[in-house]
């Protein structure tokens, strides 16, 4: 997945830029009809785990296809699918298993005692004020390893999500 970024400046930058992308992706109301995103109020997960199913299956730039703006664009259909699909599963009462019915199996499932999950612990520290710490992650890849979503999960229950965007 590659590097996760140690020192202390580079990770307040990525959290900065997060942020910013984040509220951006809130915010988006001038987007024209064919880029807007997906209502959270308008569409039920079931509609949004259909969609996201249908944009997991085709190979866009950094999944060794052709460039595919539908998903490979920041916010693409397939980016805005995901970030509704975030927002509605994010925490409690929903379930490590809720989000794997609604968005399939994941891309890499990074359990405590795995290589990578310190580093995924380090990243996502500013969302770790849960009461407890995760026991695992589960990684939904946008743009293949490039960009993706983490569910941070303890003992079975979603206690956030979170993104990793690395610098362009």
């Not at 990770?11 to 809130?26: E, G, H, K, P, R």
């Not at 009809?33 to 950094?62: D, V």
């Not at 929903?94 to 989000?99: F, I, K, R, T, W």
Request: net charge negative.
């Amino acid at each position: 997945m590659g590097d996760i970024p140690r020192h202390m400046g580079d990770v307040l930058n990525i959290l900065l830029v997060s942020c910013f992308c984040f509220a951006c992706a809130l915010h988006d109301d001038k987007a024209s009809a064919s880029n807007q995103a997906p209502s959270t109020k308008e569409n039920n997960l079931s509609e949004l785990s259909s969609e996201f199913m249908r944009l997991r299956e085709i190979p866009g730039h950094f999944n060794g296809g052709a460039w595919n703006a539908e998903v490979d664009s920041w916010m693409g259909t397939k980016h805005k699918v995901m970030i509704a699909l975030a927002q509605k599963l994010d925490h409690d009462p929903y379930l490590l298993s809720d989000v794997i019915f609604y968005m399939g199996q994941p891309d890499h499932i990074i359990k405590q005692g795995d290589s990578q999950f310190e580093q995924i612990n380090d990243w996502s520290f500013a969302k770790a004020s849960t009461a407890a710490p995760p026991d695992a992650y589960l990684i939904y890849e946008w743009r293949g390893d490039h960009d993706f979503l983490i569910f941070a999960c303890r003992k079975d229950h979603v206690l956030f999500s979170t993104w990793r965007y690395p610098w362009e």
